[in-house]
């Protein structure tokens, strides 16, 4: 699975959890370009995105992820 | 020993010149002594106890380090965080229960035992490695500048400084002069002259009538702002007369325009460390419960944020408040941005900064209040419209103490507003000397004219 295509179905999963229609995300999009997203709602955003994928992250990784590039790499490798 | 005393100015001159007339080398056994000759000062018992805690988690961090399999790591990080927070409620317990006065609470105890579970975690999560060298982190437990009340530091800012100490260079010394400075006008020129007068209504709220509760609620949140932050700027500013930069722990926390946004402004060291170490492991084990879990792990964070201040239901209450206000603005996010469209960008941030300020003035009841029934009675009796005269609005304060304070409090706003929009201290660097040094002297007679001199306390000290 390309980056691309994942970073399509994240914008899907953040405009459903957010409820704001207008996010885009980037690799290097992080919580301070993304209005509402904070460490309030990460974990919502994590666990929809665990479900969809039906992979599991560790506590670790998930605070490690710096951007959105970090979480559509773990992805990646997750699936394969 | 206060900061604002005479002892103390003793005190950090000799530390001062003793720390630069040795060699690089004895620099930090300087700061250590210093150190524990600060902290026994108050009392050998303090010391005695600090040591326990600092050595008891030094040893403990390298048994987790040297743990061979995952079980006997998470077996013994537990034991050791739990074994810590035991001795933090018994020290924190042992005087109230016992009604006793042989058990005194720890001066800095619940800062330097978060900042001991802040450092095994780190090694336990493998993001630090187990400290080798004794001295360096006894310092970083026992640093004088931040031992009683804070800034909290993470071992991944403060021990690498331990470790490679640098003298202060000139302009960090100017800076950290300046910074003292801020920090007196704030304690001694605003917080201590408005104190006495807001808790003769907090301890005795009975006596009040309603346009004084209110005031006094209402100023309630600078007082404890001005007294804290003060603080913190006296031991930013000390710590970096000795070349050590700590944390900040405010950031215009009254320009909040929500409850979640205070809280990344107000205590900030206590704040991200309850984040980090209790809200986000709680969110992240129970994220499959969705909203649920979310809520869950706010409300458990907040209550254990009140429950660090202090014994009793009124911590609790007061942390409940934060965490449910918090809860309520995850719920509301759409209707905020609907008003926010409705309003307009200006007004919105207008009425959402003041909602912040009287939510968290109204909360602040029961971090103040001693008894539950208290903080209840005085929350039945606000009132605009129960009044004796119409000094009750000034809390009986004179002309004098209203103008000088209120002074105090438009220049520290518009201080930490031109703060952010660029370093005013570093600007003032620049200018003529003529200007400088008119303003150095200007800070120096505002603080012997206007500065109440002989509260020695600051509130945070109690924590």
């Known amino acids: ?70 979480l559509c790499r773990s992805i990646i490798e997750k699936q394969e | 020993m206060s900061f604002i005393s005479l002892e103390f100015i003793f005190f950090f001159c000799i530390c001062f010149f003793a720390y630069y007339l040795v060699g690089r080398s004895y620099q930090k056994y300087v700061l250590l002594l210093s150190s524990c000759v600060f902290i026994g000062y108050h009392q050998l018992s303090f010391l005695l106890v600090a040591m326990g805690v600092t050595l008891f988690s030094y040893i403990a961090a390298r048994h987790i380090e040297k743990a061979r399999n995952q079980k ?12 810590i927070v035991l001795f933090w409620i018994m020290d924190r317990y042992a005087g109230t229960l016992s009604g006793s006065k042989f058990f005194l609470f720890s001066l800095g105890i619940s800062f330097y035992s978060f900042q001991a579970i802040s450092y095994l975690t780190e090694v336990y999560w493998g993001e630090e490695k187990a400290e080798r060298s004794l001295p360096d982190y006894m310092l970083y437990m026992l640093f004088f ?31 950290g002069l300046k910074l003292i400075a801020v920090g007196l006008i704030k304690k001694i020129v605003l917080a201590d002259q408005i104190a006495p007068y807001i808790s003769g209504i907090f301890d005795a ?23 804290f932050s003060g603080y913190t700027d ?72 009140g429950v660090w201040h202090g014994s009793g239901w009124t911590f609790v209450i007061y942390g409940l408040i934060q965490g449910l206000v918090i809860v309520y603005e995850v719920k509301a996010r759409n209707f905020r941005d609907w008003l926010k469209r409705v309003l307009g960008h200006n007004l919105f941030a207008t009425w959402s900064i003041l909602c912040t300020y009287v939510i968290f003035a109204l909360s602040l009841i029961f971090f103040r209040c001693d008894t539950i029934s208290d903080a209840f009675y005085f ?41 952010s929009r660029g370093d005013l201290l570093k600007r003032l660097e620049r200018q003529p000397a003529v200007v400088r040094w008119s303003v150095y002297y200007l800070i120096v007679f505002t603080i012997f004219i206007y500065g109440k001199f002989g509260a020695n306390n600051f509130i945070y000290l109690q924590f």
Request: net charge neutral.
């Open chain 1, 1 to 70: 699975m390309e980056t691309s295509e994942i970073i399509e179905s994240l914008n899907l999963i953040f405009r459903k959890v957010l409820k704001r229609e207008n996010i885009v995300l980037a690799e290097d999009s992080t919580a301070r370009d993304v209005p509402g997203w904070d460490s309030l709602t990460n974990m919502i955003l994590i666990s929809e995105i665990e479900k969809n994928y039906q992979i599991h992250f560790s506590f670790r990784e998930i605070v490690k992820f710096k951007h959105v590039g970090d």
């Open chain 2, 72 to 83: 006997y790591f998470t077996t013994r990080y537990v034991a050791s965080v739990g074994m």
């Open chain 2, 145 to 175: 500048m931040k031992f009683l009340s804070g800034p909290i530091e993470r071992p991944g800012s403060l021990l690498p400084q331990l470790k490679n100490l640098r003298p202060a260079t000139y302009e960090m010394m100017t800076y």
């Open chain 2, 205 to 227: 709220p009975h006596a009040a009538s309603g346009v004084e509760l209110i005031m006094a609620c209402m100023l309630y949140p600078v007082e404890l702002y001005a007294d």
């Open chain 2, 234 to 305: 006296m031991a930013l500013g000390g710590a970096l007369m000795f070349g050590l930069h700590l944390s900040p722990n405010f950031n215009r926390p009254f320009v909040a325009q929500s409850t979640a946004d205070l809280w990344r402004r107000w205590h900030m060291s206590l704040s991200y460390w309850v984040r980090d170490y209790v809200y986000l492991p709680l969110s992240s084990a129970t994220r499959h419960w969705k909203q649920k879990g979310l809520i869950f792990s706010l409300l458990l964070t907040f209550v254990a944020l």
């Open chain 2, 379 to 419: 929350i039945r009796h606000l009132s605009f419209t129960n009044y004796t005269n119409c000094k009750d609005v000034n809390l009986g304060m004179s002309d004098h103490i209203c103008i000088v304070s209120g002074v105090a409090l438009f220049l520290v706003l518009v201080y930490e507003f031109f703060m």
